[in-house]
């Protein structure tokens, strides 16, 4: 029996955890107690250097522009890295093409590109017009860094005092870094990259090559780019022998080369070149009796032929020789690109009318155009307003929201998927994850059958269509079909809140044009070198049409699309006897303007709006777009042979009249005529476009007597023959 006062045995292990707990609160107690030790006698140091009253002021202020000027440098390099990134392409070799341009029949057009071993060296240059430019665009070229903040003061200074922009701030550097890396787009990130190249440009070049290539690269009017080639264009000479009055037209086209340009408005470019001369004697880089005599005596100009350059369509067909001549042996290049001067001509005469009779009325101060005939070649380009002013192409490079033209992308998609022009859908309101399409003017809607929903533009259609589709594969067909800028599958997107450039939409609608190929779009047909060779032929390395859409999807969006013009809201570009289809576009606050729209020779894309993406009084797409395009198909359509619409017109074949009218969807640039009368039914062209299709694709027969041929190709004439009969 255990004894009950018998203690028990301790486990050992206790006293190890005991040791530690009192280890811990001995280190704990030791490490406040010197902790606040520390703490006080820091304390005390620090009170010696404690200022007050106006030092303390500048202390704290001091204190707080150390962190605010840490946050700035690093904000400073979040901004510089895009700009920075600009540098990493091979800039220096950009222009060194020397190309010259002809049109569609082989008369040339214009030049591009300058070889820099044939421009003239700065050191050559005469001392009176490197002044006069100096005088007039930058006269602390030779002191500032990049940017000239005395002469952003001075600038800001005279402008406010003139009560209107009189002066630049812009340096030469600045201007050079816009030319070499940027656009002339108007923005706030655009100034930013400005600023950063300019800084680039000064740390890693010398002044006189910043110079130099600023002369070389500079537009001059009349198509000429550079010094040098304005230089021979203006007055027939060598750069070299330019005389005072003459180098002072030169310095005075920089400001506005297509307003002072001397061939198209002398009186102009002497004063303005009058005004270089007062430059001149401000800055002290001449005296008035230096100069006396060439006020006295102004430069006159070799007569030229008045007429416009097709400048923005140069410039995009610049950028395609550059992207084709990777790996040519030569640089100096001819390129016959596929413009119609008259074509051309009828686009701006188009754009410019409207603007300057309409543009001041609904606040719009650009437009851009872009022109594609059936079968891909881009006839026309307009860019802008006036290139002279801006050569920023707003028609190529300037992605604006498309609005409600992006809606036939959404039909089109939802029709492979089933849907005919006279299904019924929901046209009440649709939420999306908290968000609600509303319609133009609030107007409320029921059920309404496809093609109504879209000729009205009635936006909660499409936003309901692609929720129940899916986004992502409009997406996908849009870019199949040729918009090439990225967008992205938000809700908002059948709307048109991406953003695409104008001639990306003529792309994407020309494949309505063509019968659900692709557009096939170029500039280029053939490139060869200075002897003559063929470097680059269209016809045998371009790319070929391939199928985008069905027959049946080309077939319902035409036949909706052509409703637009009719009692839709296209009304304005409804064409006096040509099958018209299109879709108009406004954009929210009408910051942009669209109508994109077709025939079956001819797709053309129109945008009205502002480069500072300001609203326009009210401008909608069925407004100055619609009346823009209207104007111009109305002169190309003028004695050319009629194409048919797809599937919404009849074809009848050129060498026989008396056959039945067959539908047509050639992809393929073959001229055809056409007669207006009563298409055949639907069922029927269906019918023998499949027999024309089956014939193509039959398997080659093999050989067999004569007779038994004979008799083959009579049975199955026989056959064909009976065949249509029943169909008819």
């Known amino acids: 029996m255990r004894d009950p006062f018998e203690t028990k045995k301790k486990w050992k292990g206790w006293n190890s955890l005991m040791s530690f707990d009192s280890w811990v609160d001995d280190a704990m107690y030791r490490f406040k107690s010197s902790g606040g030790a520390t703490w006080e006698s820091l304390t005390v140091f620090f009170r010696r250097f404690r200022v007050q009253g106006f030092k303390k002021s500048v202390i704290e202020f001091l204190c707080e522009g150390l962190t605010l000027g840490t946050a700035g440098a690093v904000l400073m390099l979040a ?16 222009q060194d093409f020397a190309v010259t341009f002809l049109d569609r029949f082989g008369n040339e057009i214009g030049r591009r590109g300058v070889l820099h071993n044939d421009a003239e060296p700065i050191d050559t240059l005469p001392d009176h017009f490197i002044k006069a430019v100096l005088a007039t665009e930058d006269r602390r070229f030779f002191e500032h860094f990049g940017i000239d903040f005395l002469g952003l003061v001075r600038a800001m200074v005279e402008n406010a005092r003139a009560n209107s922009v009189v002066q630049g701030g812009s340096t030469i550097t600045q201007q050079l870094a816009k030319n070499l890396f940027l656009t002339n787009e108007r923005t706030l990130e655009r100034k930013i990259k400005e600023a950063f190249l300019s800084l680039w440009l000064e740390y890693n070049l010398p002044k006189k090559e910043i110079l130099k290539l600023y002369l070389d690269r500079a537009y001059m009017g009349g198509g000429a780019i550079g010094a040098a080639a304005a230089s021979e264009f203006y007055f027939d000479k060598n750069i070299r022998d330019v005389t005072l009055a003459e180098a002072a037209i030169l310095a005075g086209l920089y400001k ?35 100069v006396i005599t060439a006020r006295r005596k102004p430069a006159s100009v070799v007569e030229r032929e008045k007429t416009d350059s097709p400048d923005y369509f140069l410039d995009h067909a610049f950028e395609r020789v550059k992207e084709l001549a990777v790996g040519f042996r030569t640089n100096t290049l001819i390129a016959k ?85 006279n299904s019924v859908v929901n046209g009440g309101p649709v939420v999306i994850r908290g968000w609600s399409p509303q319609n133009y003017n609030g107007a409320r809607f029921g059920r309404v059958n496809l093609t109504r929903a879209l000729v009205k533009s009635i936006n909660t259609v499409p936003v309901r269509i692609a929720s129940e589709l899916g986004r992502g594969p409009i997406v996908e067909l849009a870019n199949r ?154 002169y190309a359509h003028k004695d050319i042979e009629l194409r048919p619409l797809p599937f919404v017109e009849a074809e009848v074949p050129k060498d026989n009249q008396n056959a039945a009218p067959v539908a047509s969807n050639r992809p393929v640039d073959i001229p055809v005529s056409v007669v207006r009368q009563q298409p055949l039914p639907l069922d029927t062209a269906r019918l023998l476009r499949r027999l024309e299709q089956e014939f193509k694709e039959a398997p080659t027969l093999k050989s067999r007597p004569v007779a038994s041929r004979q008799n083959g190709v009579r049975k199955a004439a026989v056959s064909v023959s009976s065949q249509s009969k029943q169909t008819r």
Not at 79 to 94: D, G
Not at 271 to 290: I, K, S, W, Y
Not at 501 to 525: D, K, L, P
Request: hydrophobic fraction near 35%; charged fraction near 20%.
């Open 79 to 94: 901004l510089a890295k895009p700009a920075f990134e600009e540098t990493e392409k091979n800039w220096r070799a950009q």
């Open 256 to 290: 506005a080369p297509s307003k002072y340009a001397p061939h198209l408005n002398l009186p102009a470019a002497r004063a303005r070149a009058n005004d270089v001369l007062t430059n001149m004697v401000q800055a002290n880089f001449m005296t008035e009796g230096q």
């Open 337 to 421: 690109t596929t413009l119609d001067p008259s074509l051309q001509k009828a686009a701006d005469d188009a754009v410019l009318s409207h603007l300057r009779q309409f543009g001041k009325e609904k606040r719009a101060s650009q437009a851009a155009m872009a022109v594609i005939e059936n079968g891909g070649a881009v006839r026309a380009i307009v860019g802008g307003k006036d290139y002279g002013e801006s050569q920023y192409n707003r028609a190529t490079r300037a992605r604006r929201q498309p609005g409600s033209t992006f809606k036939p992308y959404v039909y089109t998609y939802a029709v492979q998927k089933g849907y005919k022009p």
């Open 481 to 634: 079909m040729g918009v090439d800028s990225p967008l992205t599958a938000e809700p908002a997107m059948p709307l048109g809140t991406n953003e695409m450039t104008v001639i990306e939409q003529a792309t994407g609608y020309g494949v309505f044009m063509s019968g659900g190929y692709s557009t096939n779009r170029h500039s280029i047909v053939q490139i060869s070198d200075a002897a003559g060779e063929t470097l680059y032929d269209f016809k045998k390395s371009g790319r070929k049409a391939e199928r985008v859409i069905s027959d049946e999807a080309t077939e319902a969006m035409n036949v909706m699309l052509s409703q637009v013009p009719e009692w839709g809201t296209g009304r304005r570009s409804k064409l006096a006897g040509i099958k018209t289809a299109g879709k108009t576009g406004t954009t929210q606050a009408y910051r942009d303007a669209w109508f994109v729209g077709y025939t079956g020779n001819y797709v053309a894309a129109v945008w009205f709006g502002n480069d500072n993406y300001s609203p326009t009084n009210r401008l909608t797409g069925g407004n100055l777009p619609a009346m823009t395009w209207k104007k111009f198909m109305t």
